[in-house]
C-alpha cells in the first residue's frame, strides 16, 4: 500500500484512522504578545499527517508556517490547542523530531562526520564507537560526501553543508523529519540536486515528513499532500491538495504527467487569491 | 651572545609573521611585486622620517638647555665662566653636558653599551660560579644552601624578568576569568548577580591593584625573609588585565549563535556535551580576543607595577635611571621604551597567530 494511497483514502472518506496518524495538529494556537496587545499568529489549525507520509507545507511569507514546525520540534511553546507523536504530546525538543534547518547549522569546527555523530552518539548510546562510525558514514554516502568525510564544515560549500545537515537528519531515525525550507538559500541547479537525493533517501526510509517550501514545483515534486496555509495573522489549514503521482518518482515522469499543470494551477491559484 | 637573543627573538617574531604575510601577499598577483616593494619602501622612508624629525627635535632641544646654561653662567659669574661653560660643552665632556631628550644616536650607543655591560656581567657570574663551585659542592653535601650570585642584573636580565612577570600575571588572568567568564556566561542570573562587580573592579587603576595585592601578599608572607616583589608584581598584573578575558568569555559563551544551540536541543545533547561540544568551540574566537588584549593590558600595567614592587624588570630600570639622572640614563630610558615597545607588538603578533587558529569563521568575518 503506498503512502498516497493512505493520505487519498483519509480525505476521500472524512475518516481518519488513529493507528495511522503520526503526527497530529489539533486547535493550534500561537500568540506573541505585543505591547499593543496580543498577536495571534496561528489559531485552530488542525493537521493530522500520517505515517511514512510527505506534507509540504506553502504559504505566503510570515504567515506563520516556520512558527508551526518550530512548535512541532518543540523549540517554540504552544500558546493553546495539542501537537501529539504518536498520540503522545510534545513537551519540547527531542531526537525523534529530526529537524533540517534553513541554514545548515553545522558545527563549523567539526568536521562532516563528526556532526553528523554528534547526533548518532545522542541517539544510539550503546552502539560501539565503529558502529555508530558506520550509520554516520552510511548517511554521508547517501547524500554524496564520500570524499568529504574529515573536511572542517567551514570548508564545505552552502549545497555540500545543507546535504549533511540531511545525512545528520536522517541518522538519528526520526520518527518525524522536519524541514524548514531548507533548500532556500541555494540556487536553483543545486536545489534540485539536493530534492533529488532527498527524496531518493526518503523512499528508502520512508520517514514522516513535513517540510515548507516556497518553491510551488518542489512542493508538488516531493508531496503526497501539499498542504495551504492562509495568510496570517490568525492562520490556518486553507486548503489540501493530494498529490497522486506513484512513488519513486523522477522529475522527468512528474513533470511529463497530466496532472501536473492542473496542480500547478491548483497551487498557483491558491496564493494569488 | 644577548645580540643573538635578541636576534633570534625577532626571528621567531618574523616566523609567526610569515603565514600572516603570506596570506597577505598571496592575495596579490605575482607581477604585483612592486607594490609590496612599495609599501616596504613606504616603511623605510618613514622610519627614516621619524629618525630624522626626532634627530631634529632633540638637537633643538638640546641646543636650548645649552644657551640657557651659558647665560646662566654669564649673569651669575661673568663672561669667563660663559665661556668656559661653553667650551666645556662644545668639547663634550659629561659634566656639564645638557640633560635632554637623547638623539638617536645617542640611543644607539646606550644600547650598544647595555649590551657590553650584559657581556661583562655574565661573564662575571660565570667567573663566580666557576670560583664557588668547589665551595657551593660541599655546601650542598652538608645540607646547607649554596651561594648565589647576588651581583647587579643585566639589561637582558631585566627584560627576562619582565617577560616572565607577564607571562605569569597572564596565566593567572586567565586562570581566573576564563572558567568565571564561562560561568556567567551560561547563566543569566549568575551574570547579573557578577555585572556589578566587574562594572566597579574593572576600571581600577593598576597602582591600587598593586596595594591591594600589596596588603594581602605582605601578610601571607609575614616572617618570611625572601623577596616576594614578583609574586606581588605578577599578581597585581593578573588581576588588573583579567577583565578583558572575564568580559569576553562572558559574552562570547552567552551568545552563542542559535542555530548551534537549536541543533543542541534538537539532539538532546546534555549539559556536558552542550557546554564542551557546541558552546566552547563557538565562543573560542571572542574569548582568544579577549585574551589578546589582556595581554596586551598586562604588558601595558606591568612597567608600572614593576616600578612599585620594585622587582627588577623593565619598570625598575625605567625609574632607577630616571633618578640616577647620569648622563646616559635618559638614552637608556628611550632604548626601554623601545624594548617596550618591540616586546608588546610581538606578544600581540603571538596572540594574534593563535587567535587566527582557533578561529573557525574566517571565510565570513575580516
Not at chain 1, 488513529?18 to 489549525?45: H, W
Amino acid at each position: 500500500m503506498s503512502t498516497a494511497t493512505i493520505a487519498q483514502s483519509t480525505t476521500e472518506n472524512g475518516i481518519v484512522f488513529p493507528s495511522k496518524v503520526m503526527l497530529d495538529l489539533s486547535k493550534l494556537k500561537k500568540v506573541y504578545p505585543t505591547p499593543k496587545g496580543d498577536y495571534v499568529v496561528l489559531e485552530d489549525l488542525n493537521l493530522q499527517i500520517m505515517k511514512e507520509e510527505f506534507v509540504t507545507i506553502i504559504g505566503h511569507s510570515g504567515c506563520g508556517k516556520t512558527t508551526m514546525l518550530s512548535m512541532i520540534a518543540g523549540l517554540n511553546p504552544i500558546s493553546g490547542g495539542n501537537i501529539a507523536v504518536l498520540g503522545n504530546p510534545v513537551k519540547g525538543p527531542g531526537p525523534d523530531r529530526g529537524v533540517i534547518f534553513q541554514s545548515p547549522s553545522l558545527m563549523p569546527w567539526m568536521t562532516a562526520l563528526e556532526n553528523v555523530l554528534l547526533g548518532v552518539n545522542q541517539v544510539f548510546p550503546h552502539a560501539t564507537k565503529s558502529q555508530r562510525k558506520d550509520i554516520a558514514k552510511y548517511y554521508l554516502h547517501k547524500v554524496g560526501l564520500d570524499g568529504a568525510f574529515n573536511k572542517k564544515a567551514m570548508e564545505l560549500s552552502q549545497g555540500m553543508q545543507q546535504r549533511v545537515g540531511i545525512a545528520r537528519a536522517f541518522a538519528i531515525k526520526p520518527k518525524v523529519l522536519l524541514l524548514d525550507e531548507p533548500f532556500g538559500m541555494l540556487d536553483s541547479l543545486t536545489r534540485g540536486e539536493l530534492q533529488d537525493i532527498l527524496i531518493e533517501i526518503w523512499n528508502k526510509e520512508k520517514i514522516t515528513a513535513v517540510m515548507i517550501t516556497h518553491d510551488v514545483d518542489e512542493a508538488i515534486f516531493l508531496a503526497d499532500r501539499v498542504v495551504m496555509m492562509t495568510s496570517g495573522p490568525r492562520a490556518k489549514i486553507g486548503d489540501i491538495l493530494d498529490i497522486e503521482f506513484e512513488r519513486p518518482r523522477t522529475r522527468k515522469s512528474v513533470l511529463e504527467h497530466d496532472d501536473y499543470y492542473t496542480y500547478r494551477k491548483h497551487l498557483i491559484d491558491f496564493l494569488e487569491h | 651572545m644577548d645580540q643573538e637573543i635578541i636576534l633570534k627573538k625577532e626571528g621567531q617574531g618574523l616566523a609567526f609573521l610569515k603565514p600572516l604575510v603570506a596570506k597577505f601577499t598571496s592575495k596579490f598577483q605575482k607581477g604585483d611585486i612592486i607594490s609590496s616593494l612599495k609599501k616596504t619602501g613606504i616603511t623605510i622612508v618613514s622610519i627614516l622620517l621619524f629618525l630624522g624629525l626626532w634627530h631634529l627635535g632633540s638637537k633643538a632641544l638640546y641646543n636650548k638647555e645649552a644657551a640657557y646654561k651659558i647665560e646662566k653662567a654669564l649673569t651669575e659669574q661673568g663672561q669667563a665662566a660663559a665661556d668656559a661653560e661653553r667650551a666645556c660643552i662644545a668639547s663634550g665632556d659629561s659634566s656639564c653636558q645638557p640633560n635632554t631628550l637623547p638623539s638617536p644616536a645617542q640611543v644607539w650607543s646606550s644600547l650598544q653599551s647595555l649590551i657590553a655591560d650584559h657581556k661583562v656581567i655574565t661573564a662575571d657570574k660565570a667567573a663566580f660560579v666557576e670560583k664557588m663551585a668547589e665551595t657551593n659542592a660541599k655546601l650542598v653535601a652538608e645540607g646547607k644552601d649554596a651561594i648565589v650570585y647576588t651581583g647587579r642584573a643585566s639589561f637582558v636580565d631585566i627584560v627576562l624578568t619582565s617577560i616572565k612577570t607577564v607571562f605569569a600575571g597572564f596565566l593567572l588572568a586567565l586562570l581566573i576569568a576564563v572558567p568565571i567568564g564561562i560561568i556567567i556566561g551560561l547563566s543569566p542570573s549568575l551574570r547579573s548577580a557578577f555585572n556589578w562587580f566587574i562594572q566597579v573592579f574593572k576600571p581600577v587603576s593598576p597602582v591600587v591593584w598593586y596595594l591591594l595585592v600589596f596588603m594581602i601578599v605582605k601578610t601571607l608572607y609575614i616572617g618570611d625573609s625572601s623577596d616576594n616583589a614578583f609574586v606581588i608584581s605578577f599578581i597585581s598584573v593578573g588581576l588588573c588585565a583579567m577583565w578583558a578575558t572575564l568580559v569576553n568569555t562572558a559574552m562570547g559563551v552567552s551568545s552563542v549563535d542559535k542555530d548551534y544551540i537549536n541543533v543542541a536541543k534538537v539532539l538532546k545533547l546534555g549539559t556536558f556535551q552542550k557546554v564542551f561540544k557546541v558552546i566552547l568551540p563557538s565562543s573560542l574566537p571572542l574569548i582568544f580576543t579577549g585574551l589578546r588584549i589582556t595581554l596586551s593590558v598586562a604588558w601595558m600595567v606591568l612597567i608600572a607595577i614593576e616600578l612599585l614592587a620594585q622587582s627588577q624588570g623593565l619598570g625598575l630600570f625605567v625609574w632607577e635611571e630616571f633618578q640616577n639622572g647620569a648622563n646616559d640614563s635618559n638614552a637608556k630610558i628611550i632604548v626601554a621604551m623601545f624594548i617596550i615597545g618591540i616586546i608588546g607588538f610581538l606578544l600581540d603578533r603571538l596572540m594574534l597567530t593563535v587567535q587566527n587558529m582557533v578561529s573557525f569563521n574566517k571565510n565570513e568575518g575580516v
